[in-house]
């Protein structure tokens, strides 16, 4: 509802209509959300609060309660890094294991509630799907692409129907691999890989066309071509290059958010012209740059990176109370 409220509000201002009361409401639920249900000694959204007796909260948050926030973009983005740490502390893994092919891969039980019910604690591909997204969106790309091809695995190559997007994994220990060619899936998927992976997010409400690419961290090449977009990336030594052609809103300004390879610019251009950039201050985990080009067809990005790589912070995954 906050993100419902919030784009009626954007709307209600293009068409001259009042935007206060679906603002004032957007406002409320935002602030009931962080008042009531963010825990900060904990760092993640709780998944409840009783509305009677000692009206608790409830902390053990479902899948579910961390991707839609995230989604919805009710956590900032330090919040939205939190929260997927929660789930990869909290949230049971399930090991993925393929005879003949290398990599550590896994799915998720959608909770850690027990006992088992049905809809609350499967190992759901829409509810794996989004997690991956979300993972995206808090801008930990490495995790979020092996969480979205560990369940691509699962699916399509694992299970008794090659090809498929089903609603259950058969690593769903009661349920078994259930209800194939599932809409959920599919529709989830497609969010993941092209505003995750390839990080197409177009705003035709503002003019602006988004597209920040969730790449792993150790690729050199990707593209991907649709009716409205195409994109061709590489990367040779410490240059990155991005090849972006649309055929829907020209008229759209191309916004640009990568992450560093290095620590430092050498030069940015685009169609060989140098361009301004800045640098992303709300980025956590890796430092991220910014550039908008001029509405076009067709662009030709070239970053130039110089200096070493960014320092990173490698952390345990626990600690014991009193340490530091």
């Not at 050199?220 to 649309?246: G, H, L, Q, W």
Request: charged share 25%; proline share 6%.
């Amino acid at each position: 509802k906050y993100y419902a409220n919030k784009m009626t509000a954007h709307l209600a201002k293009i068409i001259g209509k009042d935007p206060l009361p679906y603002q004032s409401e957007a406002d409320k639920i935002l602030k009931a959300m962080n008042q009531q249900l963010w825990m900060p000694e904990k760092g993640w959204f709780a998944e409840n609060k009783d509305l009677l007796g000692l009206q608790k909260i409830h902390p053990a948050a479902a899948l579910w309660s961390i991707y839609h926030a995230i989604d919805s973009e009710i956590s900032d983005p330090f919040q939205a890094w939190q929260c997927t740490r929660y789930i990869d502390t909290e949230i049971p893994h399930i090991p993925i294991n393929i005879e003949g092919v290398a990599g550590d891969y896994y799915t998720l039980s959608t909770t850690n509630w027990m006992p088992y019910a049905w809809s609350t604690n499967n190992v759901a591909s829409g509810e794996v799907f989004h997690t991956a997204l979300a993972y995206w969106q808090a801008g930990r790309s490495d995790e979020a692409f092996r969480i979205a091809k560990s369940s691509l695995l699962d699916y399509m190559y694992l299970g008794s129907s090659p090809g498929n997007f089903g609603q259950l994994s058969f690593y769903d220990v009661y349920r078994g691999e259930l209800y194939r060619d599932f809409a959920d899936g599919i529709g989830i998927a497609s969010r993941a890989i092209m505003e995750g992976l390839f990080g197409i997010c177009p705003d035709a409400t503002k003019g602006k066309l988004l597209i920040e690419p969730g790449f792993p961290s150790d690729w050199k090449f990707a593209s991907i071509k649709t009716p409205d977009i195409s994109i061709d990336f590489k990367r040779e030594n410490t240059t990155d290059s991005y090849s972006v052609e649309t055929n829907f809103f020209n008229s759209l300004e191309l916004v640009i958010r990568v992450k560093a390879q290095l620590d430092n610019v050498k030069s940015v251009t685009v169609n060989d012209h140098p361009v301004e950039w800045k640098f992303v201050s709300e980025a956590i985990g890796q430092p991220k740059i910014e550039l908008t080009c001029q509405p076009s067809e067709k662009q030709k990005i070239r970053i130039e990176w110089l200096g070493e790589k960014p320092d990173t912070i490698k952390l345990p995954a626990f600690f014991a109370k009193g340490e530091k």
